[in-house]
């Protein structure tokens, strides 16, 4: 947004909910609601870095094949109530 170049006065890494223009340019660059920047503001502090963690919430990470290999790891373990020929 062009407010934020054109102010270097401004700490950027800080949010200031009193400031319209802050909350404009802080909603439009999280892509969230007014009210969940005001909440996170309350919740984590004015912390820009500590506001975006907040509002993206847990990063969960998916392995591809993660899927695949329990699919192949249940068809290779021993059915239940079967016994092996070595343990018998």
Known sequence: MAQHDMNPD???RQIDISE???I???TQTFE???SQLRDSVRLVGPSAEQVRLHL???VVRRVPCADGLLAIARRLAP???HLSSASA
């Open 32 to 34: 969230c609601t007014e």
């Open 56 to 58: 993206r919430g847990p």
């Open 79 to 81: 059915k239940p109530g």
């Open 20 to 22: 319209p223009h802050e």
């Open 24 to 26: 404009a340019y802080w």
């Open 10 to 12: 401004v700490d950027w």
